[in-house]
């Protein structure tokens, strides 16, 4: 049986009409650890609410894809067509490829060296221009399929697709070398350093403790020979200033801030008082060319 899923935050404004779905832009994010949502207006070049499902128990694509049905029964409006569709994808197994090096028909070669088998998936590619690189990964045949049946128009790229092409494009131009950036999941954090303008270091870590964390941190600074006492840590994701990781690496980076607003849009007021870097990738995926 399909269970009806409740929202942990729902934010709209008075503006959005159900039945005017037509007319608006539709960002998503599907992971195990849950399903966020943005609506963006392009006539007004607005966002107009948000809103945020929590996943505690759910480790496999079958309860995922149960688990839309039930979000979509509770809200049935987020399954009406909409003017175009994102839908990001978030999950370990992909590897990032430079353009200079990419085989089209060696997707399957480049995945295999360093991501585990995934049963029931195809091999797909993302091509980051900005990046000039491909982020392969292995993409569900059952999501995909679910995906497809609630949203028919959905463009789906990877998480970090988005994430990578979002830093790059906003950091244009910018003194960008002295920050790294760590956005922050669910047991998890991708680690991005853009310097002169370029892509020049990414990765996802699993981390169970503050240290583990910080050690992940601390040790590619090491790698890269970047000095915590002068870079600046930029944070976004799932953390705030009362998190424990938070904490620990106030205490080995002397310099730390929350990822800022993309201006490029404008926000409802219904929005003002959610932490923006917490969903910073949900309002940036519509500047990226993917």
Known sequence: ?????????????????????????????????????????????????????????????????????????????????????IAMIDHPHHALIPKALYDEKERGTYLAFNQQY?????????????????NIYYLSN????????????????????????????????????????????????????????RLSFFNRFRFHTPEDFIYFILFTLDQLRLNPETLE?????????GSPYYEIAWNYIRNIRFASRNQSFDYSYVLEDLPVYQHMIL???LQCEL
């Open 233 to 241: 840590l930029v944070l976004s994701g799932q953390i705030d200033k």
């Open 142 to 197: 059952l999501l995909t399929e679910k995906i497809k049946e609630l949203w028919a128009n959905a463009r789906i790229v990877h998480q970090s697709s988005i994430l990578i092409e979002s830093l790059l494009i906003s950091q244009r131009n910018l003194d960008s070398d002295k920050s790294i950036f760590a956005h922050i999941g669910k047991n998890n954090f991708d680690l991005v350093w853009i310097n002169k303008d």
């Open 283 to 285: 309002y940036n995926a």
């Open 118 to 134: 995934c049963e029931n998936s195809r091999i797909v590619s993302d091509q980051l221009k900005t990046a000039e690189s491909y």
């Open 1 to 85: 049986m399909i269970q009806p899923f409740k929202p942990y935050i729902s934010r709209f404004d008075k503006a959005f009409k159900e039945d005017h779905t037509r007319h608006y832009h539709l960002t998503i994010r599907i992971a195990m650890d849950g399903f966020s949502l943005v609506v963006f207006s392009p006539e007004k070049n607005r966002f107009l609410g948000l809103t945020h499902f929590r996943f505690p128990d759910i480790d496999t694509n079958s309860k995922l894809s149960l688990a839309l049905d039930g979000i979509a029964m509770s809200n049935v409006w987020i399954s009406y067509p909409f003017q175009s569709v």
